[in-house]
């Protein structure tokens, strides 16, 4: 994505804020580099598995909780039994500085302790159909940052997994934050350009989004 044609600042929907080019290429580097940690273990990546069977097309490691279909465990059970990485301080920072540049309420985001992340790995065909996310038994708000390829990000309505929806092109270095009336939407990912990465980003090809979140759990 280029910087030559700026993208602003906008609120898609009550509190769901996007702010393109949060990220400058350095810090994606640096959060590249991380993630690449956390995907060798101590609970390597994987095809996250569903309980009808089957697994997802896009590719999980998780730090602080680990997450599989429909909760949240310290020990990730259907992978390897082990404890997940621990969440590191420095992402909860990152976490509260995504808050302030969102909604620019400095009270909110010192308030704000992530205790969990996801980390999504497309490939080109990986896709993520429209879900809503209720396993954390807090609703606070929940923050993504958008590193490699870009994607369509669908934002849809809290009722149903149907219209109404807008769709929002995610780039390298994209802030979203979910929070009040949007925190429990639908939205999923139903495309992945190939091959729109700067490879500066630190990926040579694919897109990875970091989920935070608050579990509300304890323990
Ligand atoms: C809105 N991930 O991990 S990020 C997920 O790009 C997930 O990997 C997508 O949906 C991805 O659950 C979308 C943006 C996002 C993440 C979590 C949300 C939007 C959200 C939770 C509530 C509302
Ligand atoms: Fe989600």
């Known amino acids: ?128 159909g429209m879900h809503q996310d209720k396993d954390e038994r807090s609703p606070a708000p929940v923050v993504s940052l958008s590193i490699g390829d870009t994607c369509v990000f669908r934002v849809g309505n809290t009722e149903t997994r149907t219209k109404p929806y807008t769709d929002v092109e995610l780039a390298s270095g994209d802030l979203f934050v979910f929070g009040g009336p949007s925190r429990y939407v639908f939205h999923g990912v139903p495309k992945v350009y190939e091959g729109t990465a700067d490879p500066a980003c630190g990926l040579a090809s694919g897109r990875l989004n970091i989920t935070m979140r608050v579990t509300g759990l304890t323990g």
């Open 1 to 128: 994505m280029s910087a030559l044609i700026p993208r602003p600042t906008t609120e898609i929907a009550p509190g769901a804020v996007h702010v393109p080019q949060w990220l400058t290429l350095q810090q994606q580097r640096e959060l590249v580099t991380a993630c690449r940690g956390w995907a060798t273990g101590p609970v390597p990546i994987r095809h996250t598995a569903l309980p009808r069977g089957g697994v997802m097309s896009v590719q999980t490691v998780c730090v602080g909780w680990h997450w599989q279909p429909y909760r949240y465990t310290r020990t990730a059970g259907d992978v390897n039994g082990r404890q997940v990485a621990p969440f590191p301080e420095w992402l909860v920072e990152l976490g509260r500085r995504a808050l302030t540049a969102a909604y620019a309420d400095a009270s909110a985001a010192a308030a704000y302790t992530p205790d969990t992340a996801l980390i999504n790995f497309y490939d080109g065909q990986a896709r993520m």
